[in-house]
């Protein structure tokens, strides 16, 4: 929604201070114009990324008309889902958790928690390691630099739409000074023509690098960062899976090991400790 309002505030702002000072919105119109830039920027991002990439940039873009999944919400599941899981372990042992782990869809323990549930990435980094502390030997420093890796690993296929669409935007201002400079060939190869006809055809040409830069900055640009942010709130859930699951590895109560993952929330999104505590003692 937020897109969609900033989207119709860069319109208004421009088009309408533009005709507010006396411009004929018409002469803006140029349709042209925009098929060479749009059609420009669509052939180089095809050129410029492999099929995977562009399946998972298209895949993306519906996400930034959506909110964020990442509230407080759904982090106060998260760790009641987890202390839920390490108190069972803490009572019964590691082997007591087994099929919760291996068959999550199937686990009445993960029913409980619908949000946590429907994330197949939260789900699939959660249950990997507790399914390495049931069945290997590793300790807790091995599991966390194996836990880093993984979640660089995803943090940068997560930031490879928004590095993409930032490209893009970065080179709209170039696509509309090649539609000006078309623009222009075609102004000069009419000079033979009535001033006032010259004229028009010099400011269709101006239009081409009004579009290029209003949509770079004002449309493609903003999404690269939205898009960036959207992967930083997704990197976000799964440190603070691997803060909760270290703390419990090297000895602490499932409720302390749950306290340093609230700490590595942001502040936005960080339930206080009392807010945590009733609502993990509601779900059990």
Request: net charge negative; charged share 20%.
């Amino acid at each position: 929604m937020l897109v969609i309002l900033g989207y119709i505030v860069v319109a208004f702002s421009v088009f309408g201070g533009f005709a507010l000072a006396g411009g004929h919105l018409a002469a803006l119109l140029q349709p042209i114009e925009l098929l060479m830039i749009g059609g420009a920027a669509l052939g180089a991002f095809f050129v410029g990324n492999s099929m995977k990439v562009v399946k998972a940039t298209l895949k993306a873009l519906p996400s930034v008309l959506k909110g964020s999944k990442y509230n407080k919400e759904n982090y106060m599941e998260l760790m009641a889902l987890m202390y839920e899981l390490l108190g069972k372990v803490r009572k019964e042992g590691l082997m007591s958790i087994e099929n919760d782990v291996e068959n999550p869809d199937e686990s009445p323990v993960f029913a409980k928690y619908p949000i946590i549930a429907s994330d197949h990435h939260v789900v699939e980094f959660m249950t990997d390691y507790l399914r390495v502390m049931v069945s290997g030997n590793l300790n807790a420093m091995e599991i966390e630099n194996l836990m880093d890796v993984e979640i660089e690993t995803h943090h940068h296929e997560a930031m490879v739409p928004a590095h993409v669409i930032s490209k893009l935007g970065d080179a709209m201002p170039a696509f509309g000074i090649v539609a000006a400079v078309m623009g222009v060939v075609h102004t000069m190869e009419s000079v033979g023509i009535p001033p006032a006809e010259l004229g028009i055809l010099i400011a269709h040409a101006l239009v081409g690098t009004f579009l290029g830069i209003l949509l770079a900055y004002g449309f493609v640009g903003p999404l690269g960062g939205l898009l960036e942010q959207k992967a930083d709130e997704g990197t976000k859930m799964l440190q603070a899976i691997k803060v909760v699951l270290l703390a419990n590895l090297n000895g602490y109560a499932p409720a302390m090991a749950v306290e340093f993952g609230r700490k590595v929330l942001n502040s936005t999104e960080r339930p206080g400790f009392l807010e945590l505590e009733a609502h993990v003692k509601q779900k059990r």
